[in-house]
């Protein structure tokens, strides 16, 4: 799993939007240089073509020298910010309207490259500065339909008909503004997945930060159990050495009762499922799970009521983070809308292991049923939610070999989630099954010693 980096928004790994490395835009005009300076010296040696050379070289030099500029200041490897970042973007388009004003301006075919910086600004920066570039871009455009210097024809007086320069113009014009949008939607929508993945990643990270507290509180249970168990007798010795009304009788009487306490208190913790790593507390029915589930995400609000229909034993399945932030998140969900009930009905068979989340509430919105799943999308409109849950569930789910279907259960009375998992995922009998050597028997000394565990504690 990739690790959250704390210098970054959120906790997320990649930089915020509106971030751009100071080296991208300074590699990103030297070629830009690179390609004008070729553009000129093509024009002028070889095509033999007369050009203000002087004041066009005077523009490529000033891009060369903000370039010099940026370099000798420290931070190359560091981030531009979104107005710093625009503003540079702003001079490469200023730049550009200078040449093409030397060079013929709409009538130059380079007049394409005021595409770029807009281009680059939509899918780096915020809404914002790529709106304000695209206007500078197609101000820049509108005042070199008008105001340009003739290129140097062959022919002497030769001219573009007005109606090819208008067509020109509003080409640049509308490419400008589709392009933007388009790159901007299509860097947004992969900004959200990023950011939903890392929340991904912090929900999943959290769910086994749990699973390791659970891991040490078996183990504790298991090593506290000897020690306490020694405590215990001799407090029952040294309360049967004293009678009742001495001094320490009722002291010890205490001491006993608080020692009782904490043996019941280890035993629950020793029984308890989320143990962990441990196989003896790791693996349990699937049907079980379930029941666990419920027991964790129910409410007062919601009666959960669990249900299993089977012709088999229940799979042998991993209470893995996974599995139980993914559950977990959709029945949460789920009795958060219930009216009165939840159901969670559980099948399986040879080949495939079900579970449906059924509650009696609204049911989902019709406008969100086909997006279920992807990111921002929210049950709760207007709740200030971010609309990740689904999301996260279907994700961590997906990870365990689940697929997931959403539909309305019955119109407008209530919602239905169904996962499917294939059995010889789900099933660790069956995969240690074809994993161990044939006619092999079960090692019963480490059953044995994994029983004991439990027994040790009780």
């Known amino acids: 799993m990739t690790a959250l980096n704390p210098m970054t928004p959120t906790g997320m790994s990649h930089p915020a939007m509106g971030q751009v490395r100071v080296r991208t835009l300074l590699l990103i005009r030297w070629l830009a240089i690179a390609g004008q300076l070729m553009a000129l010296l093509l024009v002028d040696v070889f095509l033999e ?87 500078l871009a197609l101000a820049c455009v509108s005042m070199l339909a008008f105001f340009h210097l003739p290129l140097p024809w062959p022919s002497p007086g030769f001219t573009l008909p007005p109606l090819y320069a208008a067509g020109i113009w509003l080409s640049l014009v509308v490419g400008t503004a589709f392009l933007m949008f388009y790159a901007w939607r299509v860097a947004e929508e992969a900004r959200r997945m990023s950011d939903a993945l890392a929340a991904t990643q912090e929900t999943l990270a959290k769910e086994r930060q749990m699973s390791a507290v659970g891991s040490l509180a078996a183990a504790a249970a298991h090593k506290l159990g000897t020690p306490l168990g020694t405590i215990a007798l001799i407090a029952k010795e040294l309360l049967h050495d004293q009678p009742v009304g001495e001094k320490f009788h009722a002291d010890l009487e205490i001491l006993d009762g608080e020692v009782a306490r904490c043996r019941d208190i280890l035993a629950q913790l020793a029984r308890n499922p989320s143990g962990g790593a441990d196989p003896a507390v790791s693996r349990l029915p699937f049907d079980a799970l379930i029941n666990d589930a419920a027991d964790q995400y129910g ?132 995969s240690e099954t074809e994993n161990q050597p044939e006619n092999q028997p079960e090692n019963k000394l480490e059953i044995q010693m994994r029983e004991s565990r439990i027994d040790d504690v009780e």
């Open 299 to 430: 409410n007062d609000d919601a009666a959960i009521r669990v249900t299993g229909k089977a012709t088999t034993p229940a799979p042998l399945v991993r209470r893995s983070p996974e599995l139980i932030q993914g559950l977990g998140n959709l029945i949460e969900n789920a009795t958060d809308f219930a009216a009165s009930h939840v159901d969670l009905a559980s099948n399986w068979d040879e080949n495939l292991v079900e579970l449906s989340i059924t509650d009696d509430g609204p049911g989902f919105a019709a406008n969100i049923l086909d997006l279920l799943g992807d990111p921002y999308i929210s049950t709760r409109p207007g709740a200030g939610r971010m609309g990740l849950g689904v999301f996260i569930s279907k994700t961590l789910l997906e990870r365990t070999g689940a697929s997931l279907h959403f539909f309305n259960h019955k119109q407008g009375q209530g919602a239905t989630v169904v996962i499917r998992w294939p059995r010889h995922i789900m099933d660790l009998a069956e």
């Open 49 to 135: 073509f007369e050009l203000p050379m002087n004041p066009a070289l005077g523009a490529i030099g000033a891009s060369a020298v903000v370039n010099l500029w940026i370099i000798a200041r420290p931070g190359l490897s560091h981030w531009h910010r979104d107005g710093a970042a625009a503003g540079y973007l702003a001079f490469d388009i200023g730049q550009l309207a200078v040449l093409l004003y030397l060079t013929g301006g709409l009538d130059n075919p380079f007049a394409l490259l005021f595409l770029v910086p807009v281009t680059i600004s939509a899918t780096i920066l915020s809404r914002r500065s790529t709106t304000y570039l695209g206007l």
